[in-house]
């Protein structure tokens, strides 16, 4: 198929070139002609594993990157909305694809043949069909359903893992206002074989995406209350307590050699210093609001959030028990990004952790492997220097604070035992094995 995605985000970047390894003609479509450019040198604009060997592999004969949108739209037999829907304050902002919607409609009122349009961004339920196809068919002057086709497409993608995610997905999910639209998407994803194929609603495929969201965040925030009364009680690790929790069948079904595995860091329920990213705290927050607007209070979804905000101070609270007075006092921090696998500094746990001790004139040591540059954008150089190891970062501090579980800090033990004095290690991750290092404290416990 012809196919033309518009926005190339994490989004639209990832489904364009991983849609055009699997046979597609895919141009992508943006509005900031430096990050086209240099898409079209195959330079990887996001931090992705295998993205740069992808770019290499389709750019310049099944894919390229382009400003250009009403040609994109008119050589193409099928659109992809994957702009951005950010969350200010009380409500989803839908400015980015209503303006796509609007633009792509006046491409349709010149094109005669059949053509597709699916948003693929994150946007609430009743979206597509009451807002992005209203102004499809006003723009255009033609009939959804007759003349084109409205779709709602959702990624569940991964920072970090985002390319396995879309070549291995777990389910994919077409919403479609007719079967005409359905078979379009089903043409679309015709590579995956193996893989579920959920037909429904729009409003469905929007509903899908957001429970998915909000009940991953909800069980981070579930072990995260859990790790709290941990803490209250003493004496009762939340590590050891989610381990016992997880050999019930119904939480761990698959067994290995007729025993269950505990499932760490799989399954959502690892306490820490809270979820981050560009998607668990916008969509959360987004569908709280969604369901105020409709007149159905969303208690619970308002607590995984008010739970989450909180978590981030637990790291402090626990230095404090330390460092009481951590002014002048040389505090290494490692990790920044809000996860491993990405630069993305998007609600990351670090930036509270780090702006507070900059506050209090901490002298901060800190290492990401990859989300320096980022971190610099928003901590600038007060009362904070930036390392490339984690030895050199860790040297002399009077305490180490993991907030990122980055692989190699792994090693972490060997490197803090060795040290004289110890510092003491917050494991904000619960990363680390406590009995490896001699002076431990973390999350929950
Ligand atoms: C998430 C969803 O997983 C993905 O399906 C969706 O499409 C986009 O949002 P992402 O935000 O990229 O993906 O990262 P994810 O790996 O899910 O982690 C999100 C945050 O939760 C991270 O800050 C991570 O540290 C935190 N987390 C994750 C926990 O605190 N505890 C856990 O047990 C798991």
Request: aromatic share 6%.
């Amino acid at each position: 198929m012809k196919v033309s995605v518009v926005g190339t985000g994490y989004v639209g970047l990832i489904s364009g070139v991983c849609l055009a390894d699997t046979g597609h003609q895919v141009a992508c479509v943006d509005i900031d002609d430096e990050k086209v450019q240099k898409i079209n040198r195959m330079d990887a604009t996001i931090h992705e594993a295998g993205l740069g060997e992808l770019l290499e592999r389709n750019v310049g004969n099944r894919f390229c990157a382009t400003t250009d949108l009403r040609k994109a739209v008119q050589d193409s037999e099928l659109t992809l909305i994957a702009v951005g829907t950010p969350f200010h304050g009380d409500a989803i902002d839908l400015k980015y694809v209503s303006a796509v919607a609007h633009q792509i409609g006046e491409v349709l009122r010149d094109k005669r043949d059949y053509h597709v349009v699916v948003v693929k961004s994150t946007v609430v339920p009743g979206t597509t069909d009451n807002v992005v196809l209203p102004i499809l068919e006003e723009t255009s002057g033609k009939k959804a359903g007759p003349d084109f086709g409205v779709g709602m497409n959702p990624e569940f993608l991964r920072e970090g893992e985002a390319i396995e995610d879309f070549n291995f997905p777990d389910r994919i999910v077409l919403g479609g206002i007719d079967s005409r639209t359905h078979d379009a998407l089903g043409a679309l994803y015709s590579a995956f074989k193996e893989t579920d194929i959920l037909k429904t609603s729009n409003k469905t495929a929007e509903m899908i995406k957001y429970t998915a969201n909000s009940l991953l965040a909800t069980m981070i925030s579930f072990s995260n209350e859990i790790g709290n009364l941990c803490t209250a009680l003493g004496g009762v690790d939340v590590s050891e307590v989610m381990h016992g929790v997880h050999l019930d069948k119904r939480l761990t079904p698959i067994l290995e050699n007729k025993r269950r595995i505990w499932p760490r860091f799989t399954t959502y329920l690892e306490a820490g210093c809270g979820f981050g990213g560009s998607c668990f705290p916008k969509d959360v927050k987004a569908l709280i609001a969604h369901g105020k607007k409709k007149g159905q209070p969303m208690h619970l979804l308002e607590s995984v959030i008010e739970i989450n905000d909180g978590q981030p101070q637990k790291i402090l609270d626990l230095l404090a028990k330390y460092v009481p007075e951590p002014q002048g006092r040389k505090i290494a921090v490692l990790g920044l990004a809000f996860k491993p696998g990405t630069d993305d500094m998007r609600e990351s746990p670090a930036i509270p952790v780090v702006k507070k001790l900059q506050a209090k004139g901490a002298n901060i040591i800190a290492y990401d492997p990859v989300a320096e540059n980022e971190a610099r954008k928003i901590f600038g150089n007060n009362h904070i220097v930036y390392k490339k190891s984690v030895s050199d970062t860790i040297s002399g501090a009077a305490a180490v604070l993991l907030i990122t579980r980055w692989q190699e800090f792994a090693d972490l033990p060997k490197l803090l035992n060795a040290m004289d004095p110890v510092p003491v290690l917050i494991d904000g991750r619960r990363m680390i094995p406590k009995d490896n290092v001699r002076r431990y404290d973390g999350i929950g416990m």
